[in-house]
């Protein structure tokens, strides 16, 4: 049984509480992984709809291939099912028990103790069970109390009635290395049978049909989507409507009657003829005779890799293969099937990686839509705004993994000084692309969040082997509009866990602790505009060139005819007049390494060290696909 209760999801709406007391829509409840990829540990959540949020390498992709393990119905036909790098760490074989005492000879003639062998287990809990649901999986049923987590054990039949408890069906995949086979197992059993049976019951292909879950993998959905491989969307569709197409022997036997170079005006006819007068001259006509072409060897398996759908495109009747159509026609066409098989089957969870491949705005919102009213269930991962604003707060799943490879989900909870109609009405500008990062730098304005970043990208252009890019150490930089709200925005953030930084002028004493208690690293210079830090740590000739390169506006001109003459002056009143508006940004994008102000330089080294430390000083990784962050909060 995984621990539910201390991660006990709410939605905070209370129509979607309703419904989903109601326990009428089929849904996974909560999912527990175990040593899968780069994930050593997961207790996850999930809301009715939920959209899975969280920087490359977080462990989204994996959090998706873990449930379909357990609940894809066709996931297990691949042989083996796992293999070594599904396994944390690589590590699949059993390690012996250290030695007592570091150092020490191990005596011979001394069992040493083996630990036993690392395993992928990965247990999914599922409610909202139809009464046939219920029915097929009969004494494999528990119930759960969906308001805390818990499962009811009381030995009080009647207590299964109260509201919030909910039939539930557990099941768990369990992979591993099979050292007497010399290959990797895997399988999926009823939970229940795992610890109360003498022998672990099988959770079958045709029990996962029941189940209703489909996995669409953005790489591959489309390009199998109108084929008959067996997996793909068309082949869902004829088994949900219970057709099974008997075209394989009438064509292949139409095939293997066709002779493609019996006509002698070809010429390869008379070829083979002469091939076969001598074949005879050596060996008996038992041996071989009468070689001729055909179209192929095919087998109904090579059929179904082969039979595709044509669709013809514009207003010509030419048709091309639908694979060949352009990328967002596909996805289009994926969304279409999917009606189709939401509509036979009724009951059905969608898990779908990146709704936004190669799809408009407008699409994307569309796809979103159709996929809530399509499913009874839709789980989806994305790095898009359009998508991510379609979904509640409740619904957004904000993913962070530890060096450890502890995957920790958290929740959106706005600070008092953030209203919700806020966060909507920002959400693409101020707050989507923190959402999306590992590590977050919060700005106190406009000019610092633009300035920052260019600098940094300068100086990493002069000086590679010092600096770094905000974007290649995989720091966003988010305008908090004002000083007084980095501490509440870099708190967000921190509790999401994301690794915070504040960025800012001057503060007061109480000020600055309040940022410095929600931020890894606070960078604050000692002037109390961004615009004197400039002006007074660079150099005469920079401000020169500049000068010399923009276009002054009327009115600056009037009041400094000759902008050089008092060069100071004149740009301190530009970058007032461009505050925010790249004008500062512009001024430091052509400067040399020792006109950027060491400030500057010194808070880009600095991030540098932290984010991207020397290879000999690194914590080691957490996983297959994840990276050292050695002060990650979330760790």
Same mark, same amino acid.
């Given at each position: ?342 509509e036979d089957k009724q009951n059905v969870i969608f898990a779908m990686e990146e709704v936004e491949t190669a799809i408009p705005p407008y699409a994307q919102k569309r796809i ?69 990062s590992r590590r977050v730098l919060i700005a106190e304005g406009a000019t610092e969040a633009t300035a920052f970043p260019v600098a940094a990208r300068r100086l990493a252009e ?5 600096? *770094?890019?905000?974007? $290649? =150490? ?11 709200? /980095? #501490? !509440?925005?870099? %708190? ?25 208690a929600q931020v890894e690293r606070l960078f604050m210079h000692e002037e109390k505009r961004v615009e004197d830090l400039i002006l007074k740590n660079t150099t005469n000739e ?23 003459? *008092?060069?100071?002056? $004149? =740009? ?11 004008? /500062? #940004? !512009?001024?430091? %994008? ?46």
């Amino acid at each position: 049984m995984i621990g539910l209760r201390k991660n006990g999801y709410h939605t905070g709406e209370s129509i979607e509480c309703d419904a989903y007391l109601a326990g009428d829509r089929l849904k996974i409840y909560a999912v527990s992984i175990e040593n899968f990829r780069g994930i050593s540990s997961a207790n996850l959540v999930l809301p009715d709809h939920a959209v899975l949020v969280g920087d490359n390498n977080t462990g989204k992709s994996s959090v998706l291939e873990a449930i379909d393990l357990a609940l894809g119905p066709d996931r297990l036909n691949r042989r083996p099912p796992v293999d070594e790098h599904d396994f944390f760490e690589g590590k699949y074989l059993p390690v012996a028990a250290a030695s007592a005492e570091e150092g020490a000879v191990p005596d011979a003639a001394v069992e040493v103790p083996v630990a036993e062998a690392p395993k992928i287990t990965v247990e999914v809990t599922i409610v909202g069970l139809s009464e046939e649901q219920e029915a097929r999986f009969g004494g494999n049923i528990e119930w759960l109390n969906v308001e805390t987590g818990d499962f009811f054990t009381e030995a009080n039949p009647a207590g299964v009635d109260a509201a919030n408890i909910k039939a539930a069906l557990r099941v768990t995949f369990i992979g591993a290395y099979d050292s007497d086979e010399d290959d990797f197992v895997g399988n999926t059993f009823y939970s229940r049978s795992l610890t109360e049976g003498d022998k672990p019951e099988p959770f079958s292909k045709k029990d996962k049909q029941h189940c209703g879950f489909l996995f669409l993998r953005s790489l591959r959905t489309g390009s199998r989507a109108l084929s008959l491989e067996h997996g793909s969307l068309l082949d869902i569709i004829l088994r949900l409507k219970e057709i099974r197409p008997q075209m394989w022997e009438g064509t292949i036997g139409t095939l293997a009657a066709f002779d493609v170079a019996s006509d002698p005006a070809l010429g390869i006819s008379g070829v083979l003829d002469s091939i076969d007068k001598s074949l005879k001259k050596y060996v008996p006509r038992e041996w071989g005779v009468k070689p001729h072409l055909k179209v192929s060897n095919l087998t109904r398996e090579h059929l179904r890799k082969i039979v595709t759908a044509f669709i013809a495109t514009g207003d010509s009747d030419h048709a091309a293969p639908f694979y060949r159509q352009g990328t967002g026609t596909i996805n289009m066409l994926v969304l279409a099937m999917l009606s189709q098989i939401a509509e036979d089957k009724q009951n059905v969870i969608f898990a779908m990686e990146e709704v936004e491949t190669a799809i408009p705005p407008y699409a994307q919102k569309r796809i979103v839509h159709e996929l809530r009213k399509l499913a009874a269930q839709s789980i989806v991962t994305s790095h898009s705004p359009y998508v991510l604003e379609e979904f509640e707060l409740s619904e957004t799943v904000i993913l962070s993994r530890a060096n450890d490879g502890l995957l920790s989900h958290a929740q959106i909870a706005l600070p008092d000084s953030v209203k919700h109609k806020r966060y909507r009405q920002e959400f693409r500008t101020r707050f989507c692309e923190g959402l999306l990062s590992r590590r977050v730098l919060i700005a106190e304005g406009a000019t610092e969040a633009t300035a920052f970043p260019v600098a940094a990208r300068r100086l990493a252009e002069l000086n590679p082997d010092t600096y *770094s890019s905000l974007e $290649a =150490l995989g720091i966003c930089i988010i305008d908090a509009g004002s000083e007084t709200q /980095i #501490a !509440d925005l870099a %708190g967000l953030y921190r509790s999401l866990g994301k690794r915070t930084f504040g960025l800012c002028d001057k503060q007061t004493g109480p000020a600055k602790a309040a940022i410095e208690a929600q931020v890894e690293r606070l960078f604050m210079h000692e002037e109390k505009r961004v615009e004197d830090l400039i002006l007074k740590n660079t150099t005469n000739e920079a401000l020169i060139r500049f000068s010399d390169e923009i276009d002054w506006p009327q009115h600056l001109l009037a009041k400094y005819p000759d902008p050089k003459g *008092s060069v100071v002056a $004149a =740009l301190k009143e530009y970058f007032d007049w461009t505050k925010g508006n790249w004008g /500062i #940004a !512009d001024f430091l %994008g052509q400067c040399s390494e020792t006109e950027i102000p060491s400030w500057i330089r010194e808070a880009c080294i600095t991030l540098k060290e932290i984010c991207d430390p020397p290879a000999a000083q690194s914590a080691p990784s957490g996983g297959d696909d994840d990276e050292a962050d050695p002060t990650d909060p979330g760790a």
